[in-house]
């Protein structure tokens, strides 16, 4: 069975900066896409940042600048470095990633979110 775990949440004061890990396990034949939401209390998941198989990078301008997405396929990771953290960037982080598991078709999976607080 496929899982996305993420790891590296916590507290950091206003301008600090945290890097998040989400590790996919399972029986994978492949990995395309990868991607990182986040949901803050009270509104809906927001898109991130996303990077294709050949490592094409995609942000949302709110992030732009200041996150930066990448992935390791040796080791079925993708990461997000978050830098000039703000406290609106409060928020339960998710990843997410196309995956063509052994004898499945290719679907999107989720992880089960990692919180960052940004609070002085």
């Known amino acids: 069975q496929v899982q996305l775990v993420e790891s590296g949440g916590g507290l950091v004061q206003p301008g600090g900066s945290l890097r998040l890990s989400c590790a996919a396990s399972?029986?994978?034949?492949?990995?395309?896409?990868m991607g990182w939401y986040r949901q803050a209390p009270g509104k809906q998941r927001e898109f991130l940042a996303h990077?294709?198989?050949?490592?094409?990078?995609t942000y949302a301008n709110s992030v732009k600048g200041r996150f930066t997405i990448s992935r390791d396929d040796a080791k079925n990771m993708v990461y997000l470095q978050l830098n000039s953290l703000k406290p609106e960037d409060t928020a339960v982080y998710y990843c997410?990633?196309?995956?063509?598991?052994?004898?499945?078709?290719?679907?999107?999976?989720w992880g089960q979110g990692t919180q960052v607080t940004v609070s002085s």
């Open positions: 997410t990633a196309n995956i063509r598991p052994e004898g499945l078709t290719t679907r999107g999976y």
């Open positions: 990077i294709s198989s050949g490592e094409h990078t």
């Open positions: 399972g029986s994978i034949l492949d990995i395309y896409g």
